[in-house]
């Protein structure tokens, strides 16, 4: 009697997994340590200026205080009700640092927005067309990188005061010290995006482009801006720290943002005289949100730096 074997089913072949490039994307960003913890400490900073004020049981400008309790609450060091202390008037820091990160924030966030978006189209322009059009572009923007940041800084707020402009002198200044900082702050990304279209313009897809009848605008806008959206990516990160710091030491030097709109530099800036006599937290706060903000902002930076680099996406 014979007896046959049954050979077992043949099981299907495993499927690979198919990675989406945003997927291969934030698995390269999410192994850089340091920008995820910039990224959770940035988004705890920036939902505290939103909502904080918002169920803080104190007020930012202090106005429900009268002067008894304004007396009494002046320079209370840090307790339970107070967890970051009191200022000169009784007002509670952490609601003002919490009030003040959203001008902060928002500076930064809108000034680089305007400086991007300047230097994007002046560098676009300059890569582009080349020859005479690149010389003058790019010999304004050596104009702008010779002249003395802070001291530009200084001099254009003083003007910008003198100017009736009720958009730039909303909310202390707000408008004007973003106006200024964004249009000090395009000249790196002009010369950024400038070599990435030098490059890209000599490219196949360009040359096709052309042969179709597209116009300039279309393939400068369409087909060539795209392909530098990575470096541009990485550079407004970073800007956003710098024109934080700028509005910081420009606010700290009583040019900036003007009370009793509260920034955390003219908050540093108020700080000054109580350091002397020993009220250390009115002024250490406000330098750690500057510092947790900008170096989180730098690491996120990096992470997307290494993120977006396609040498790396594995």
């Given at each position: 009697?014979?007896?046959?074997?049954?050979?077992?089913?043949?099981?299907?072949?495993?499927?690979?997994?198919?990675?989406?490039?945003?997927?291969?994307?934030?698995?390269?960003?999410?192994?850089?340590?340091?920008?995820?913890?910039?990224s959770f400490v940035l988004i705890l900073l920036v939902l505290g200026s939103v909502f904080g004020p918002l169920i803080s049981p104190y007020d930012a400008t202090g106005e429900e205080l009268g002067f008894r309790e304004r007396i009494q609450?002046?320079?209370?060091?840090?307790?339970?009700?107070?967890?970051?202390?009191?200022?000169?008037?009784?007002?509670?820091?952490?609601?003002?640092?919490?009030?003040?990160?959203?001008?902060?924030?928002?500076?930064?966030?809108?000034?680089?927005?305007?400086?991007?978006?300047?230097?994007?189209?002046?560098?676009?322009?300059?890569?582009?067309?080349?020859?005479?059009?690149?010389?003058?572009?790019?010999?304004?923007?050596?104009?702008?990188?010779s002249l003395p940041r802070l001291f530009m800084l200084i001099i254009m707020s003083l003007l910008l005061r003198t100017l009736d402009v009720p958009i730039l002198q909303a909310n202390g200044n707000v408008g004007?010290?973003?106006?200024?900082?964004?249009?000090?702050?395009?000249?790196?990304?002009?010369?950024?995006?400038?070599?990435?279209?030098?490059?890209?313009k000599q490219k196949e897809f360009v040359e096709a482009s052309r042969a179709l009848g597209i116009s300039n605008m279309r393939i400068v806008?369409?087909?060539?801006?795209?392909?530098?959206?990575?470096?541009?990516?990485?550079?407004?990160?970073?800007?956003?720290a710098t024109t934080i710091i700028a509005e910081s030491g420009?606010?700290?030097?009583?040019?900036?943002?003007?009370?009793?709109?509260?920034?955390?530099?003219?908050?540093?800036?108020?700080?000054?005289?109580?350091?002397?006599?020993g009220n250390w937290w009115m002024a250490f706060f406000p330098g750690l949100m500057i510092f947790l903000t900008v170096i989180s902002i730098n690491y996120i930076g990096d992470g997307l730096r290494d993120a977006l680099d396609p040498r790396k996406l594995k």
């Open positions: 009697m014979t007896t046959t074997t049954m050979n077992p089913p043949a099981l299907p072949a495993q499927i690979p997994e198919q990675r989406t490039l945003r997927g291969i994307m934030w698995n390269q960003f999410k192994r850089h340590r340091m920008a995820m913890l910039g609450l002046a320079r209370k060091a840090p307790t339970w009700a107070h967890p970051m202390g009191t200022d000169t008037l009784g007002r509670d820091m952490l609601t003002r640092l919490l009030y003040g990160g959203r001008i902060s924030l928002a500076i930064g966030i809108a000034a680089t927005a305007l400086g991007i978006t300047i230097g994007t189209v002046v560098g676009a322009m300059s890569g582009y067309y080349g020859g005479r059009v690149d010389d003058i572009l790019m010999r304004i923007t050596d104009l702008f990188i004007g010290i973003v106006f200024i900082l964004g249009i000090l702050s395009w000249t790196g990304v002009a010369r950024l995006v400038r070599g990435q279209f030098l490059s890209l806008f369409r087909h060539i801006l795209p392909n530098t959206a990575t470096p541009i990516i990485v550079a407004a990160t970073l800007l956003v420009l606010s700290f030097l009583g040019f900036g943002v003007q009370p009793p709109t509260p920034t955390w530099g003219n908050m540093l800036n108020a700080a000054q005289d109580e350091m002397r006599k």
